[in-house]
């Protein structure tokens, strides 16, 4: 039962340009049944592995750092994790205030499909969603922040209308 209300991580980078605007503190989470071809980290796509993200720690390396514009969250892929997913970024929001970037292999119709509670509130924390699988055949090395074309970056606050149903 642990694992449901810890979020089990592959690993943190504290400082990150590469992981959405400005400076970032990067929390890969470990987990992914999407084994995209040619993912840059399938090391995290194991259940077994990883270790259970301690949040006091967390918070305190993002408040102490003035630096950061940001948190993402990473993966493997963190909504095969939605219920300590949304455990962590809620007390990550509550205690920094800092803007929440989460990647998922997932699009955002497949998310918003189940009509799952648990989805719909995670999306009020999360400010961008970079959704769709990585797609070797896609790359595209002058796109910021996304490995393929079929990827987007959407900010949840002002599009998210336009991907629910009418």
């Not at 694992?3 to 400076?23: C, N």
Request: proline share 4%.
């Amino acid at each position: 039962m642990m694992a449901k209300t810890k979020l089990l991580i592959a690993g943190i980078v504290k400082e990150s340009v590469v992981d959405g605007p400005g400076i970032r503190y990067v929390i890969f989470v470990q987990g992914c049944k999407h084994h995209c071809f040619n993912c840059h980290n399938p090391a995290t796509w194991s259940f077994d592995g990883g270790t259970l993200l301690d949040e006091a720690t967390i918070i305190k390396e993002i408040n102490e750092n003035p630096l950061l514009s940001g948190v993402t969250i990473s993966g493997g892929d963190p909504f095969f994790q939605k219920e300590a997913l949304l455990r962590v970024i809620k007390l990550i929001k509550e205690a920094t205030k800092k803007e929440i970037i989460v990647y998922t292999g997932f699009t955002v119709e497949a998310l918003l499909a189940d009509d799952d509670p648990l989805v719909a509130e995670l999306f009020r924390y999360i400010d961008i969603l970079i959704d769709g699988p990585y797609r070797h055949e896609l790359r595209d090395l002058s796109l910021k922040f996304i490995g393929s074309s079929n990827q987007r970056i959407i900010n949840l606050k002002t599009e998210l209308g336009k991907y629910q149903k009418k």
